[in-house]
């Protein structure tokens, strides 16, 4: 059975860090391309985070550069979002994907995961 289960959200003071961590079964990550996005209330899904699998390079938003960092343990078969310095405007419930057209586009059949909550507040 295909799965992505995300796990370590939470709620966090601004200024903090939290780690995401996408648990992949069913298939093998490294065979896609793989994304993080998040979706505020009231607004639409977004690309966080994106990586190819052809030439792995990494997409960061630009509200997310130099804070959030992507990275995948292939042994584990696990993708990973560390979020430092957070800030109350990244409050979301974050989601991995795998299966990517045009780099941040999750494709009709790709691969969801449930989502976990994130919230940055004082």
């Known amino acids: 059975q295909v799965q992505l289960v995300e796990s370590g959200g939470g709620l966090v003071q601004p200024g903090g860090s939290l780690k995401l961590s996408c648990a992949a079964s069913?298939?093998?990550?490294?065979?896609?391309?793989l994304g993080w996005f998040r979706q505020a209330p009231g607004k639409e899904r977004e690309a966080v985070s994106c990586i190819t699998k052809s030439d792995g390079i990494t997409y960061y938003s630009r509200s997310v550069k130099g804070r959030f960092t992507m990275s995948r343990d292939n042994a584990k078969n696990t993708l990973y979002l560390q979020m430092n310095n957070l800030k109350p405007e990244d409050t979301a419930v974050y989601y991995c994907?795998?299966?990517?057209?045009?780099?941040?586009?999750?494709?009709?059949?790709?691969?969801w995961g449930q989502g976990t909550q994130v919230t940055v507040s004082s």
């Open positions: 069913g298939f093998t990550l490294d065979d896609y391309d």
């Open positions: 994907a795998a299966g990517l057209v045009n780099g941040t586009e999750v494709e009709e059949n790709g691969y």
